[in-house]
């Protein structure tokens, strides 16, 4: 089959198989725990993300799908805009004919040495060219859509390697890697199964730098039953954070008035400053939230949610691009509770 015009952009599918993963809550987790195949709440499921590369700007655009910041049992789609750690510096290098990406390793050395990807050990990846402004359209689609119930068999749900099949088939990356994506799979797509997809394949060494997770005990009830508790504070962390999180990680947020917009600042749990910024509401709503109010779902870098009682208030990032249709979108998600509460 001919390559469209149109695919003169990358896609990189990425995969760290030994990452471990808490388990999704499902019905067969306590058999798979019986099995073997559960080790004490977690299964070794791996970690998928993708890159996108336009190749117009020249630019890394890097997506992924967890648990993070979510409410439990959700996940969402991260990017640079809702988490700033996931910025990529890397430049692409392209062959002279403009198929081929010659500084792969490269782009996967800054993202194996990124902890805020959440990958553990060996690195794999494949590459193949993609109708750009398709693919990124299908994954910030499903950054607006979230949060997305989490599971890798759940008919309206995701997770990570779903989210990496769905954008890559989405770009329209042909006819033999679209029929390896859809069907070539065993019965939910896996980290290794979206990178065997593609061509271009290679490997990048565990980084030794870091400490890798081995689940060494059952998780307690409390744990096993919801988001992330709040850590300690530590001294650069003001007394008024508030903490939200999801089952795979959480961040502090302190919020002020400032004039006519809010500012809010994101605080990793061991105090390093996340992103910080002015917001104001997209809907003219005046009302500046106080002490009184509870960060909520969805929260991050690019939006900002409180809730008081029924009352419930959305921000955007000033420098962000406006989503129009965000607040309509996400009219399902307005009652969901916040962590620790009924």
């Known amino acids: ?118 990958g553990e050990g060996e690195l794999f990846a494949s590459y193949c060219r993609v109708d750009f402004q398709a693919a990124i359209q299908k994954a910030e689609q499903m950054q607006l859509e979230s949060p997305i119930s989490y599971g890798p068999f759940l008919i309206k749900g995701s997770n990570c390697s779903r989210f990496v099949n769905s954008v890559i088939r989405a770009g329209r990356p042909g006819l033999k890697y679209n029929f390896r994506l859809k069907f070539l799979v065993p ?82 749990p061991e105090g390093k400053v996340e992103c910080s910024g002015l917001f104001i509401s997209p809907n003219g709503n005046n009302t500046i939230p106080d002490e009184s109010f509870r960060i909520t779902y969805p929260s991050n870098c690019k939006e900002i949610s409180f809730r008081n009682g029924g009352l419930k208030v959305r921000f955007e990032r000033v420098n962000g691009e406006k989503r129009q249709d965000a607040s309509a979108i996400r009219q399902k998600h307005l009652v969901l509770p916040l962590p620790g509460l009924p």
């Not at 993708?50 to 993070?68: A, M, Q, S, W």
């Not at 996940?75 to 510096?89: F, I, N, P, Q, Y």
């Not at 096993?224 to 962390?237: D, E, F, H």
Request: some cysteine; hydrophobic content about 35%.
């Open 1 to 118: 089959m001919k390559v469209s015009d149109k695919n003169k952009g990358f896609v990189i599918a990425i995969a760290w198989p030994e990452t471990y993963c808490k388990q999704p809550g499902s019905w067969y987790d306590p058999l798979t725990l019986r099995m073997g195949f559960n080790r004490n709440n977690y299964y070794q499921a791996g970690h998928a993300a993708v890159v996108l590369i336009n190749p117009e700007t020249k630019k890394c655009h890097y997506f992924d799908f967890g648990r993070y910041h979510a409410p439990f049992k959700h996940g969402r789609v991260r990017s640079v805009e809702t988490d700033h750690e996931l910025r990529m510096d890397s430049i692409p290098i392209f062959s002279e004919d403009q198929k081929s990406l010659l500084n792969l390793r490269e782009i996967l050395f800054e993202l194996q040495h990124n902890k805020a990807c959440h």
């Open 187 to 268: 019965l939910t797509p896996t980290p290794r199964n979206n990178v065997n997809s593609l061509n271009h394949r290679i490997s990048l060494p565990a980084n030794l730098n870091t400490s890798r997770f081995i689940p060494s005990q059952l998780l307690d009830e409390k744990s096993l039953n919801s988001a992330l508790q709040p850590p300690s504070k530590n001294g650069t962390i003001p007394d008024k954070a508030q903490w939200l999180s999801g089952e795979g990680a959480g961040s502090w947020f302190v919020f002020e008035k400032l004039n006519s917009h809010l500012k809010v600042i994101r605080y990793s």
